[in-house]
């Protein structure tokens, strides 16, 4: 569960962002809406996304032998483009974002938000880390513990703070006790 919170809580904010960002650079207003829409982008990136892609995979995989690598690549990248547009069109029609104008408030949108989630899988891992530490300080204070007593370190945080201290790794401390 709490994994689920983390990633649903990161991904709301990196999405909130995207929307403000698109809102910036392109004609689409998004304004307030934009927490709205994050909220809808959010649970269509998370449920909806994974299963449309799948979808447009599976279409695309029927003549995956008569396409050359090159033309493998576009597929895919236009399968990439198109999931992005039903998501963007999802957004659009659940949320109070308004749309103008074909190519800046239809197609730039996609793209910008293809820019987006591939930012967002490079840095997601240190992202939700950072996030289940904060969710587990905040439930360690709510229930009265303290927040070092939530999660008791494991052995490679132990090795990790005895590296810092003296900076040396457990192999190097062995070798120098091993000497003298």
């Known amino acids: 569960m709490k994994k689920w919170i983390v990633r649903f809580l990161t991904l709301l904010i990196f999405n909130i962002v995207v929307l403000l960002i698109i809102g910036w650079l392109t004609p689409a207003h998004v304004g307030w809406a934009a927490l709205w829409a994050g909220i809808i982008m959010t649970v269509l990136v998370i449920w909806v996304k994974p299963l449309v892609a799948r979808w447009f995979r599976s279409m695309a995989a029927k003549s995956a032998s008569q396409r050359t690598k090159i033309g ?5 990248a236009l399968l990439a483009i198109a999931v992005a547009f039903v998501v963007w069109i999802g957004t659009v029609l659940f949320s109070g974002v308004h749309v103008s104008g074909w190519f800046w408030g239809w ?8 820019v987006g989630w591939a930012i967002y899988d490079v840095i997601d891992d240190k992202v939700e880390a950072r996030a289940g530490a904060l969710y587990d300080r ?3 204070g709510l229930s009265g513990q303290k927040p070092d007593a939530a999660a008791p370190p494991s052995e490679a945080e132990k090795r990790g703070r005895r590296e810092l201290d003296d900076g040396l790794t457990d192999e190097q401390r062995k070798m120098l006790d091993d000497l003298g």
């Open 138 to 140: 905040a439930t360690a």
């Open 72 to 76: 493998e690549k576009l597929v895919q």
């Open 107 to 114: 197609i730039l949108p996609p793209v910008i938000l293809l």
